[in-house]
C-alpha cells in the first residue's frame, strides 16, 4: 500500500530530552513537511523539504532540526530548546505533478512529563 | 504573507440539516484553496481543491465549495449533514515562492452533529 507511515503514534519523554519522530514514505512524493497541532491553533508548518539534502524553516522551527537524507524520509527531532513540545505533530507530502495536494499521515502524539 | 481565517471556532447542526462553514483568505494573487477534514487523533484528508476554472467545485462526501474572489472567500457547503460528519475542518492556501510551496491552515471549525 502507498502511504506515509509516522512512527511512534504515542510518545512520552521527560522533559530535557531529545525525541525523534519519524515520517516514511512510499508514495514517490519530492516534497515532505512537518506541521504542529495544538487544540484551537490550526496547523502551524515547522520545517518542509522540497528535495533530497534541502530543507527550508516554516513558521515555527525554533527547538527543532530535520534532515533529508533519502527522498522517502524526513524525521523530526524535537530538542530540548523547544519551549513547549507537548503537541499533534504531523507529517505530509506533495506531489506537484500537477496536484500541489498535500498528502497527511496519521500524526504522533508527543507528550512531555 | 498569506493568513487564512476560519470565523466558526465551533459549529452545531442537527443531522439533515444543511451546513456552511465559512473560510477568507488573505494572498496578492490567485491562491490553491483547500479544504480538509480531521477526525480526533487522525491525519488529515483532503475534501475538495480549487485551482482555477469553474469556482464551484465539488469534493467527496457530498460537499463543495464556492470560491468568490471579490470576498476572498471559500465556504465549504453541504446540503444534508450526516451524523458522520462530525470531525474539524480546515481551510488551508497554497502558496508558491520561488521552488518552494506550502500549505497555511486556518484554525479550524469543529463540527458537531445532532441526532
Known amino acids: 500500500d502507498g502511504g506515509i507511515t509516522q512512527s511512534p503514534k504515542y510518545l512520552f519523554r521527560k522533559e530535557g530530552q531529545n525525541v525523534t519522530l519519524s515520517c516514511e514514505q512510499n508514495l514517490n512524493h519530492d516534497a515532505m513537511y512537518w506541521y504542529r497541532q495544538d487544540p484551537g491553533q490550526g496547523l502551524r508548518l515547522i520545517y518542509y523539504?522540497?528535495?533530497?539534502?534541502?530543507?527550508q524553516k516554516g513558521d515555527i522551527a525554533e527547538g527543532y532540526s530535520v534532515s533529508r537524507e533519502k527522498k522517502e524520509s524526513f524525521p523530526l527531532t524535537v530538542t530540548s530548546a523547544q519551549k513547549n513540545p507537548t503537541a499533534f505533530y504531523l507529517c505530509a507530502t506533495g506531489d506537484f505533478a500537477g496536484a500541489n495536494v498535500l498528502t497527511f499521515g496519521a500524526g504522533s502524539r508527543l507528550t512531555v512529563l | 504573507a498569506q493568513s487564512v481565517t476560519q470565523p466558526d471556532i465551533h459549529i452545531t447542526v442537527s443531522e439533515g440539516a444543511s451546513l456552511e462553514l465559512r473560510c477568507n483568505y488573505s494572498y496578492g494573487a490567485t491562491p490553491y484553496l483547500f479544504w480538509y477534514v480531521q477526525s480526533p487523533g487522525q491525519g488529515l484528508q483532503l475534501l475538495l481543491k480549487?485551482?482555477?476554472?469553474?469556482?464551484l467545485v465539488q469534493g467527496i462526501k457530498g460537499f463543495e465549495a464556492e470560491f468568490k474572489r471579490s470576498q476572498s472567500s471559500f465556504n465549504l457547503r453541504k446540503p444534508s449533514v450526516h451524523w458522520s460528519d462530525a470531525a474539524e475542518y480546515f481551510c488551508?492556501?497554497?502558496?508558491?515562492?520561488?521552488?518552494?510551496?506550502?500549505?497555511?491552515f486556518g484554525k479550524g471549525t469543529l463540527l458537531t452533529v445532532n441526532p
Open positions: 523539504s522540497q528535495i533530497v539534502n534541502d530543507f
Open positions: 488551508a492556501v497554497g502558496v508558491l515562492g520561488g521552488s518552494n510551496y506550502k500549505l497555511t
Open positions: 480549487y485551482f482555477s476554472g469553474d469556482t
